[in-house]
T-cell receptor
Framework: AQSVTQPDIHITVSEGASLELRCNYS??????LFWYVQSPGQGLQLLLKYFSGDTLVQGIKGFEAEFKRSQSSFNLRKPSVHWSDAAEYFCAVGPNYGGATNKLIFGTGTLLAVQP | SAVISQKPSRDICQRGTSLTIQCQVDSQVTMMFWYRQQPGQSLTLIAT?????????ESGFVIDKFPISRPNLTFSTLTVSNMSPEDSSIYLCSGGTSGRNEQFFGPGTRLTVL
């Protein structure tokens, strides 16, 4: 079955510290992979995406993610966290083909808190 | 990227009534979707909104409860019918382009049913 697992429900880091949010997926083929961020009371904003090519992708707000096919993972990283990064982060996967449907499957999310 | 707006941003409704949520995209998109995000949970796809035809519903969601319209490439509506407190959720609209599977989301409609 297709699924996305975010093992960490809640993470707290100090401002300026590095961050890694984990995402593992189960999919029939190489999927498209995404990270979205949701600030309180807001919709989802696309941070970055992986379609093909270089397995290390850069996104907005200083985030990056690395696709590791052997581990079925797409972990999100940031070298130095800012207080404004406090939000909920969702990993998502979708089909890697030009089909008529582009459904996304979302993980359960990781809530990030940033300590001063 | 596409900019997506939703109306209303939030509403408080009485049990048994219906609410229609509007979704407007600033550019033509191939695909439009409606998601539900229940309190403290992730997003669950309700249906794919198809232009000029009936929406395609996911397992557990039916047209009588969540009728959807999409009269053109930039506009869609979702109606939550005969509401109960269990329908209290955030409803999000998204749009994307077939082939790249990159979806952009609206700000969501926060619905509370009393």
């Amino acid at each position: 079955a297709q699924s996305v697992t975010q093992p960490d429900i809640h993470i707290t880091v100090s401002e300026g510290a590095s961050l890694e949010l984990r995402c593992n997926y189960s999919y029939g083929a190489t999927p498209y992979l995404f990270w979205y961020v949701q600030s309180p009371g807001q919709g989802l904003q696309l941070l970055l995406k992986y379609f093909s090519g270089d397995t290390l992708v850069q996104g907005i707000k200083g985030f990056e993610a690395e696709f590791k096919r052997s581990q079925s993972s797409f972990n999100l990283r940031k070298p130095s966290v800012h207080w404004s990064d406090a939000a909920e982060y969702f990993c998502a996967v979708g089909p890697n083909y030009g089909g008529a449907t582009n459904k996304l499957i979302f993980g359960t999310g990781t809530l990030l808190a940033v300590q001063p | 990227s596409a900019v997506i707006s939703q109306k209303p941003s939030r509403d408080i409704c009485q049990r048994g009534t219906s609410l229609t949520i509007q979704c407007q995209v600033d550019s033509q998109v191939t695909m439009m979707f409606w998601y539900r995000q229940q309190p403290g949970q992730s997003l669950t796809l309700i249906a794919t909104a198809n232009q000029g035809s009936e929406a395609t519903y996911e397992s557990g969601f039916v047209i009588d409860k969540f009728p959807i319209s999409r009269p053109n490439l930039t506009f869609s509506t979702l109606t939550v019918s005969n509401m109960s407190p269990e329908d209290s959720s955030i409803y999000l609209c998204s749009g994307g382009t077939s082939g790249r599977n990159e979806q952009f989301f609206g700000p969501g409609t926060r619905l509370t049913v009393l």
